[in-house]
């Protein structure tokens, strides 16, 4: 591991994780730059690029909530509003057993900070086989449409960034998916652009945390040669979660 994240991020230190649990308390999003190391990131992008062949290309439309539409609301209802996500990615169980993706994600050291900055005791991976470790694939044109995500929280990091776009937009704490809050009149204006939104920046090698549940999130269209590629560690604060038959449908084409 001490390859892979990089010493000044000191992930064992309890003030360490106080200070990161602050910043992600207070702006819902929280952005550690450099934290794994510049081979890490190139072993890393060089195993996903031999996979370019294997990726596959959401075309599809969905809601925010990741779920069917429900018939008997109109079209034009938030819940039932769609969005396009384009954007393509490995799954799991493309990722070799040896790859430093798992050693990260596995890492009980990395696991326990993630942890103590989200304030839970512990966290899990997904009981299925296609949603732990992702890696996204957005070449030009590619994107990802506005949607809360089925996790609590979010973690990612930037392997190579676009020339352009590609930019992750949020909106923090936009429902309360815990207390049934489904926030219809600002999804509402978020999707019609009338809502202010927060961008965050991040270069490759960044870790990035943000409460994805709750918070309205996209990624812009990309523009330029050069593919947007980003890892998602997924984990939730239970085990045995498996994502729904409907999201793996969209993002992963099979649902096993
Ligand atoms: O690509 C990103 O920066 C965010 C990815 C994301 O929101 C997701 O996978 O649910
Ligand atoms: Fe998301």
Known sequence: MNDIINANHRIKDPDYVAQCRAQLEADGALVLDGFFSADAIEQIVTESLAQSEHVFYAGSTHNV??????????????????????????????????????????????????????????????????????????????????????????????LQAPAAGGVFEYVPAVRDAEAGDMAFERVGAVLDGTEEVQRLHFTPGALVLFRGRNALHRVTPVEGDTTRLLVV??????????????ARTTFYGRTA
């Open 65 to 158: 909530y990741l779920t069917e539409p429900n018939p008997d609301l109109s079209k034009d209802h938030p819940f039932n509003r769609q969005v396009l996500s384009t954007k393509g990615l490995i799954a799991d169980d493309q990722i070799s057993f040896g790859s430093p993706l798992r050693t990260v994600y596995d890492d009980p050291a990395f696991r326990s900070f993630l942890a103590g900055v989200l304030g839970i005791n512990h966290i899990y991976p997904y009981a299925d086989h296609v949603s732990s470790i992702n890696v996204h694939f957005a070449d030009a044109g590619r994107e990802l449409g506005w949607h809360f995500d089925n996790s609590a929280f979010a973690v990612t990091m930037l």
């Open 233 to 246: 560690f997924a984990y939730n604060e239970e085990p045995g979660i498996t994502l729904s038959e409907s």
